[in-house]
């Protein structure tokens, strides 16, 4: 089966700019979650879907990041305007029920 | 407020010698604790877990111990194989999210 993917795996913009990160999370997976991990530090939680409902955002930084998950398949994390502070490893991963976590490869941000 | 919490940045050991990664946690709560294994430019892959039943887990050279009234787990690789090398991640999974540490780079030197 095919794994979870992100796209892109690198993205470098500029402070004020707008970025667009996507998550396919497993076939059949409803739970997909955001993870971000910032200059070595921890890996911290964003939000969690369950299919197409936020079940819980409690994680995310600001009213600058959007995410959606249209139809409960793929997801989208949109930052804008980009700060410098938003920089990182944003991991996306997805379960199936109480299983264990699978994690894409992340899309490395760095803002300018 | 990091919930859990990994002291140790880096660890070096010997090939065939033991690995120990600690891991400790705040939030008495927690009832679920997986280990992550991350390789460089890839994402996190599932590793080992517990639940707060058990104080013991045990798959191939990988085992966890959990020591609930002093709210710390620990991973033990032995013996350690250079393939071990990696950032290893501790986690706790309330149900709704999982709270990971920051994460003990280990190297097994040949």
């Known amino acids: 089966e095919a794994g979870v993917t992100q796209f892109p795996s690198h993205s470098v913009i500029e402070k004020g700019q707008t970025v667009t990160l996507r998550c396919d999370p497993i076939?059949?997976?409803?739970?997909l979650y955001w993870y971000r991990r910032v200059m070595g530090k921890e890996i911290k939680f964003l939000l969690h879907f369950v299919k197409e409902s936020k079940q819980d955002e409690s994680g995310m930084p600001n009213n600058r990041f959007l995410a959606e998950r249209t139809g409960g398949t793929y997801s989208t994390l949109k930052v804008q305007p980009a700060e410098l502070e938003d920089s990182g490893v944003y991991f996306c991963?997805?379960?199936?029920?109480?299983?264990?976590?699978?994690f894409g490869n992340g899309t490395r941000l760095t803002v300018t | 407020d990091q919930q859990v919490k990994q002291n140790s940045p880096s660890l070096s050991v010997q090939e065939g010698r033991i690995s120990i990664l600690n891991c400790d946690y705040t939030?008495?709560?927690?009832?679920?604790f997986l280990w992550y294994k991350k390789y460089p430019a890839e994402g996190p892959t599932f590793l080992i877990s517990?639940?707060?039943?058990?104080d013991k887990n045990e798959d191939g050279r990988f085992t966890v111990f959990l020591n609930k009234s002093a709210k710390h787990l620990s991973l033990h690789i032995v013996p350690s194989q250079p393939g071990d090398s990696a950032v290893y991640f501790c986690?706790?999974?309330?149900?709704?999210?999982?709270?990971f540490g920051t994460g003990t780079s280990l190297t097994v030197i040949p």
């Open positions: 517990i639940s707060s039943i058990k």
């Open positions: 991963a997805s379960s199936q029920g109480w299983g264990n976590l699978h």
């Open positions: 986690a706790s999974d309330t149900g709704n999210q999982f709270y």
């Open positions: 939030n008495s709560m927690f009832d679920y």
């Open positions: 076939s059949g997976h409803d739970n």
